[in-house]
T-cell receptor, first 112, second 111 residues
Framework: DVKVTQSSRYLVKRTGEKVFLECVQD?????MFWYRQDPGLGLRLIYF???????EKGDIPEGYSVSREKKERFSLILESASTNQTSMYLC???????????FGEGSWLTVV | GQQLNQSPQSMFIQEGEDVSMNCTSS?????WLWYKQDPGEGPVLLIA?????ELTSNGRLTAQFGITRKDSFLNISASIPSDVGIYFC???????????FGTGTRLKVLA
């Protein structure tokens, strides 16, 4: 079974703090994604990566950056957290484009 | 962002009843996916469909890839209380990194 693991399930951070969300997949997938999920807005793509050190902006990249130094690991960085970034963040991975996408357990971030 | 039309939005059913939901798109997809999401958890893959007309089962769940490639259906037979949750579909096309997700169907099962 594919396993996508998000290291932090629940975080509370202060406005202006730098936040790191880590994600690891164990199936040698090429592509990894970060989404945020908000009520009524569904899943929105923040960034994705199709190879080590490669990244592409998604639909809502503002206020976020990402890092993929190793194939299995994809990190989401909030340089200066703001209250409107309070959300559920979901990491996902796929073997190749157009293939089944697998999600992690989610990280609930509250910015106060 | 773009979302797929999914219906019904929510439904209450009695334990033991069968459930049907569907997803429609204005675009053609090569892959249809169905997920279940429990409160506070990430989506869990239920069924993946890769070919138009394909019918695939996973226990009490059956999903179909519509022949027009613009829709998909999920059926749950003999529902049980643990079927409660949000079910949503997703569609994508080969060669793209873009996945479009459904608006979700909230299922509540009355024991």
């Amino acid at each position: 079974d594919v396993k996508v693991t998000q290291s932090s399930r629940y975080l509370v951070k202060r406005t202006g703090e730098k936040v790191f969300l880590e994600c690891v997949q164990d199936m040698d997938h090429e592509n990894m994604f970060w989404y945020r999920q908000d009520p009524g807005l569904g899943l929105r793509l923040i960034y994705f990566s199709y190879d080590v050190k490669m990244k592409e902006k998604g639909d809502i990249p503002e206020g976020y950056s990402v890092s993929r130094e190793k194939k299995e690991r994809f990190s989401l960085i909030l340089e200066s957290a703001s209250t409107n970034q309070t959300s559920m963040y979901l990491c996902a991975s796929t073997l190749y484009s157009g293939n089944t996408i697998y999600f992690g357990e989610g990280s609930w971030l509250t910015v106060v | 962002g773009q979302q797929l039309n999914q219906s019904p939005q929510s439904m209450f059913i009695q334990e033991g009843e069968d459930v049907s939901m569907n997803c429609t798109s204005s675009s053609i997809f090569n892959t249809w996916l169905w997920y279940k999401q429990d409160p506070g958890e990430g989506p869990v893959l239920l069924i993946a469909l890769y070919k138009a007309g394909e019918l695939t089962s996973n226990g009490r769940l059956t999903a179909q890839f519509g022949i027009t490639r613009k829709d998909s259906f999920l059926n749950i037979s003999a529902s049980i209380p643990s079927d409660v949750g949000i079910y949503f579909c997703a569609g994508t096309t080969s060669g793209t990194y873009k996945y479009i997700f459904g608006t979700g169907t909230r299922l509540k099962v009355l024991a």
